[in-house]
């Protein structure tokens, strides 16, 4: 190791070099340079402030104070500081942390953020080994797409950057920015694969979703980022407004020009559900084999029913609100508008057929179609209640508290 300054001033009862107008030192790995430092013969160690920068054939690292040991190129990093990477231009910021020059591998602690071509990571603590192009953030993860407006959060994340994949677990959930209404999806675990612009982000078990007009919940979900497409699994469930959609499975399209919403698919026994505004026993009910919607600036505007569909309405007095009939009929295909959430006209087409009764004469059993679950009890209604754990009772046959979102 070599150390050149103009001025340099020994401590020989405490073994200490130090100078106070700019010095470099340079070693078999790396060259620093700072404006002031000290250098503790005993231990080997440099202490270096104001203006430091070390420099290697890999990275290129800037601070204003910094540890660093001559014997094992171990670096303690104090205040703003960044490291470079040579030859992608990878970035890490950070106002403490520990950085090995030998192995590359850095560890750290305060305000850290990892700078990628096409993410930033950044968290309360950050491993990252660059060699194996590996990360892990702990506490307050934040990971951002540069390329997609995408951004997904967590307590814990793992990247794997040669790879091309990402998870975050810990309440983990995935935002899509869609101007000044973000939707959001919780899970417990979120997977993110492929390569930019190809990516494809899994979510698995206890899925909730929350957007201003629409909100939702399933077992998983799969996002395709190249072709916009959204898929939920499992007892799939949406509601838009005052309306409840179900299916066996639900699909949601993305414009890819303007990442809003624009379609929505509800494939097999699709149902809808809409509560009387003035009864909790009465619902309107619209059932077919598949429901296909249409969203209008992430607004759903237009509904249609393909396939055996059915429908049960209550109509009431425009004047006194009075529940007068209530209508069943079937036919082939239903086309709908919607205004503010809001069902405003029904269109029957080809083969209607249905019958108009006073409340009276049609039993409770026959006021509800098949497969009618009332589920608005699990609709998050705000971005925090995806979190929402509800707890069960303890029963006879339930000895232990059990959980579920």
């Not at 959204?230 to 414009?255: A, C, E, Y």
């Not at 039993?363 to 699990?378: A, C, D, M, N, Y």
């Amino acid at each position: 190791m070599t150390l050149t300054t103009d001025t340099l001033h020994f401590d020989r009862i405490q073994q200490k070099l130090y100078y106070q107008n700019h010095a470099t030192i340079k070693d078999a790995t790396n060259t620093l340079k700072s404006k002031r430092g000290h250098y503790y013969m005993k231990n080997k160690k440099f202490t270096a402030t104001s203006k430091v920068t070390v420099i290697n054939p890999e990275h290129f690292l800037t601070s204003n104070h910094l540890d660093y040991y001559t014997n094992s190129g171990l670096t303690y990093l104090y205040g703003a500081s960044t490291i470079t990477n040579a030859k992608n231009k990878n970035k890490i910021y950070c106002e403490r942390g520990f950085f090995n020059t030998k192995t590359d591998i850095s560890h750290f602690v305060k305000n850290a953020k990892l700078f990628l071509k096409d993410r930033t990571i950044q968290g309360d603590s950050l491993y990252y080994d660059k060699k194996h192009g590996f990360a892990s953030a702990t506490n307050n993860v934040i990971v951002k797409d540069t390329i997609k407006n995408f951004v997904a959060k967590g307590n814990y994340a793992e990247m794997f950057e040669l790879k091309d994949s990402l998870f975050i677990v810990k309440r983990a959930v995935a935002i899509t920015v869609m101007e000044k209404d973000s939707m959001y999806v919780h899970g417990d675990t979120i997977l993110v694969t492929g390569k930019q612009k190809q990516r494809i982000v899994r979510i698995f078990r206890n899925v909730k979703i929350f957007k201003s007009n629409l909100q939702g919940k399933c077992d998983s979900i799969h996002t395709n980022q190249a072709t916009g497409l959204t898929r939920m699994f499992r007892n799939p469930v949406i509601w838009s407004g005052k309306s409840q959609m179900t299916g066996d499975s639900i699909h949601l399209l993305s414009n890819l020009k303007t990442e809003k919403l624009d379609s929505l698919k509800i494939l097999n026994n699709g149902l809808i559900i809409q509560k009387d505004s003035l009864s909790k026993d009465d619902f309107n009910q619209i059932k077919g084999r598949n429901i296909y919607g249409k969203f209008i600036e992430n607004e759903l505007k237009l509904l249609n029913v393909k396939g055996n569909a059915e429908v049960i309405n209550f109509n009431r007095n425009e004047e006194n609100n009075k529940l007068e009939t209530i209508t069943k009929q079937k036919c082939s295909n239903i086309e709908f508008d919607l205004v503010d959430n809001e069902i405003e006209s029904i269109k029957c087409y080809k083969e209607t057929e249905g019958l108009t009764y006073p409340p009276s004469q049609l039993p409770k059993k026959e006021q509800k179609l098949k497969g009618f679950i009332w589920r608005r009890s699990e609709q998050p209604k705000t971005m925090e209640a995806i979190f929402f754990i509800k707890k069960i009772a303890k029963t006879k046959n339930n000895k232990n508290l059990k959980k579920h979102i």
